[in-house]
């Protein structure tokens, strides 16, 4: 039974490395964002309640005998902590995060919706400004490496770091060898 948990930046590749750590393992992959957004066209528009993010995410977790979470529980998601055998934290270098979120944003949205004067502009260019703001953010209330750090460093459980931009497999099998499962 595995119990993973990968967290890192907006673009880092928390979700396909959760997704491919799932796979090999043959458990359920869950990611933070569906219990932290409400389902809204077009997403990631408002917040869900954080009673009910966690009650989502615990009947989510106990329907599954083994699964990998992708995303940050940051400010939210400490009741689960208990919960991971290992997190797996990824960190990149800024430039090919953002690189990979404006990709993102127009697969998402379509190329003339997210540049300049297109309906979706002003909301990508935010979310790229805050996604920037990752590596020297001093809020931590909000998803910053700051508050990372401290986070990983008060976790019971093992942790892991990945921070190359290295191929999915390659990161899959770190995981794996960490769980003892490669």
Do not use: N
């Not at 043959?26 to 809204?40: G, I, K, Y």
């Not at 977790?61 to 940051?74: K, N």
């Not at 003339?112 to 805050?130: M, V």
């Not at 093992?158 to 990161?171: E, F, S």
């Amino acid at each position: 039974m595995a119990r993973v948990h990968v967290v890192g930046a907006s673009g880092s590749g928390t979700t396909t490395l959760g997704r491919a750590v799932a796979a090999r393992l043959d458990a359920a992959h869950l990611d933070t964002d569906d219990f932290f957004w409400l389902p809204t066209d077009p997403p990631f528009q408002k917040i869900r309640e954080r009673p009910e993010r966690q009650a989502l995410l615990g009947a989510a977790l106990a329907r599954h005998a083994a699964w990998v979470l992708s995303g940050s529980l940051c400010g939210w998601g400490d009741l689960f902590i208990a919960r991971f055998e290992l997190v797996v934290f990824v960190w990149l270098a800024p430039e090919i995060r953002l690189a990979r979120l404006r990709e993102r944003e127009r697969q998402r949205y379509g190329a003339a919706a997210i540049a300049p004067g297109g309906w979706r502009h002003q909301e990508a260019e935010s979310f790229l400004a805050w996604a920037a703001s990752y590596d020297e953010g001093v809020d931590v209330e909000e998803r910053c490496l700051r508050l990372h750090e401290q986070w990983l460093a008060a976790l019971p459980c093992p942790v892991i770091r990945i921070t190359d931009d290295g191929a999915v497999d390659a990161h899959t099998e770190i995981v794996l060898r960490a769980l003892g499962a490669g």
